[in-house]
């Protein structure tokens, strides 16, 4: 089983600043790779797939970037809705996996 | 519209049975699959398996092999969740949401089950 790691846990910054959150899996996903945004008490929504593409109707201040092992979501710069927690998840190989998580809260 | 509408919080005993439901709508529902996603209590997101509701070819995370099953009636556009035997452990946010093949992401989520199970 791939094991994602998302790092850090919790990234506290300010609206309008720019976020970095990591997602490196124990081996190569090739760019298999989905970011979820999920808010408190609301379902997960489909940010980014295959490593760097936007879902339908994500606003571009969300990018994607990486391949292998080592992934990257950008949020440029931060709104106050996006104040939320952020999941990796893998296809490169069965069975399906997701991070642990990136709490992304308000400074 | 497009949307994954399931069942009803349920608060059941310990040993019991339970079986939860995810009906599409506004799509093909037999020709996408539909996963399963465990939310313990302030956790991250586990993967439990997934049914493609035209064949009901069915895969399961190895962590939820026997512990569950998963079904599908393409007639009613439904996908199930079932348990036999509900530990308290099982409680839980249950998801369902829309398996996409290439790019393998989940596009289209449900509203979620919260599944409480106390004596």
């Known amino acids: 089983e791939i094991v994602l790691t998302q790092s850090p846990a919790t990234l506290s910054l300010s609206p309008g600043e720019r976020a970095t959150l990591s997602c490196r899996a124990s081996?190569?996903?090739?760019?298999?790779l989905a970011w979820y945004q999920q808010k408190p008490g609301q379902a997960p929504r489909l940010l980014i797939y295959?490593?760097?593409i936007s879902a339908t109707g994500i606003p571009a201040r969300f990018s994607g970037s990486g391949s292998g092992t080592d992934f990257t979501l950008t949020i440029s710069s931060l709104e106050p809705e996006d104040f939320a927690v952020y999941y990796c998840?893998?296809?490169?190989?069965?069975?399906?996996?997701f991070g642990g998580g990136t709490k992304v809260e308000i400074k | 519209e497009v949307q994954l509408v399931q069942s009803g919080a349920e608060v059941k005993k310990p040993g019991e049975s339970l079986k939860i439901s995810c009906k599409g709508s506004?799509?093909?529902?037999?020709?996408?699959?539909i996963g399963w996603v465990r939310q313990l209590p302030g956790k991250g997101l586990e993967w439990m398996g997934i049914i493609y509701p035209g064949d009901s070819d069915t895969k399961y995370s190895p962590s939820f092999e026997g512990q569950v099953t998963i079904s599908a009636d393409k007639s009613i556009d439904t996908a199930h969740l079932q348990w036999s035997g509900l530990k308290a452990s099982d409680t839980a946010m249950y998801y369902c949401?829309?398996?996409?093949?290439?790019?393998?992401?989940?596009?289209?989520w449900g509203q979620g089950t919260l599944v409480t199970v106390s004596s």
């Open positions: 295959d490593a760097s």
């Open positions: 506004g799509y093909r529902f037999s020709r996408y699959w």
């Open positions: 998840q893998q296809r490169g190989d069965w069975p399906v996996t």
């Open positions: 949401a829309r398996f996409v093949g290439s790019p393998d992401t989940f596009d289209l």
């Open positions: 081996q190569s996903v090739s760019r298999s």
